[in-house]
T-cell receptor, first 113, second 111 residues
Framework: DAGITQSPRHKVTETGTPVTLRCHQT?????MYWYRQDPGHGLRLIHY???????DKGEVSDGYSVSRSKTEDFLLTLESATSSQTSVYFC????????????FGPGTRLTVL | KNEVEQSPQNLTAQEGEFITINCSYS?????LHWLQQHPGGGIVSLFM???GKKKHGRLIATINIQEKHSSLHITASHPRDSAVYIC?????????????FGTGTRLTIIP
């Protein structure tokens, strides 16, 4: 299994509070991705990174920011959490761009009350 | 309209049956991925293919580029195959760095 972890695994927070999710990899892969998974929508890309300090938006990036200061860590921040951001968040990594295999982290279940 | 459509959405079958899950897409692609997600959440990559056919154990994935269609087959199905199977594509239309996902097929195998 690819070495990819997410923390925390579960979080309950209140509307308006900031939240940061962490994705950590030990594979030295260049690309890292944050997805959210919601019933009826499947997985949707929030942001991705193609190198240290190089990030770009996905299809559902509003309300989220990311940072990648080291190859192994990719942080997802909800500046002011809303109930619509209640979801399961998955991090993924890949060696190269989308036509290479992606490896997924175990997921973080976030509930915003 | 979703660029990646899967069918059926739900499938229940008896142990031992031959299973087929379908994926259709509407854009030119560089690769198609099949993923598996068991209850409890973990997502595992099963196949990545851009032409022809791949086989791994009891799982077979095929793709027809001209028809923009892929199938995932499971032979001699077993209750442990119960999971959500997800199709995803990469395409220059979306930026080749990114996957676009179908909504998944929930498979339940009854002993």
């Amino acid at each position: 299994d690819a070495g990819i972890t997410q923390s925390p695994r579960h979080k309950v927070t209140e509307t308006g509070t900031p939240v940061t999710l962490r994705c950590h990899q030990t594979e030295n892969h260049r690309y890292m991705y944050w997805y959210r998974q919601d019933p009826g929508h499947g997985l949707r890309l929030i942001h991705y990174s193609y190198g240290v300090k190089d990030t770009d938006k996905g299809e559902v990036s509003d309300g989220y920011s990311v940072s990648r200061s080291k190859t192994e860590d990719f942080l997802l921040t909800l500046e002011s959490a809303t109930s619509s951001q209640t979801s399961v968040y998955f991090c993924a990594i890949s060696e190269a761009s989308g036509d290479t295999e992606q490896f997924f982290g175990p997921g973080t279940r976030l509930t915003v009350l | 309209k979703n660029e990646v459509e899967q069918s059926p959405q739900n499938l229940t079958a008896q142990e031992g049956e031959f299973i087929t899950i379908n994926c259709s897409y509407s854009v030119g692609i560089s690769a198609l991925h099949w993923l598996q997600q068991h209850p409890g959440g973990g997502i595992v990559s099963l196949f990545m293919l851009s032409s022809g056919k791949k086989k791994h154990g009891r799982l077979i994935a095929t793709i027809n580029i001209q028809e923009k269609h892929s199938s995932l087959h499971i032979t001699a199905s077993h209750p442990r195959d119960s999971a959500v199977y997800i199709c995803a594509v990469t395409s220059s239309n979306f930026g080749n760095e990114k996957l676009t996902f179908g909504t998944g097929t929930r498979l339940t195998i009854i002993p």
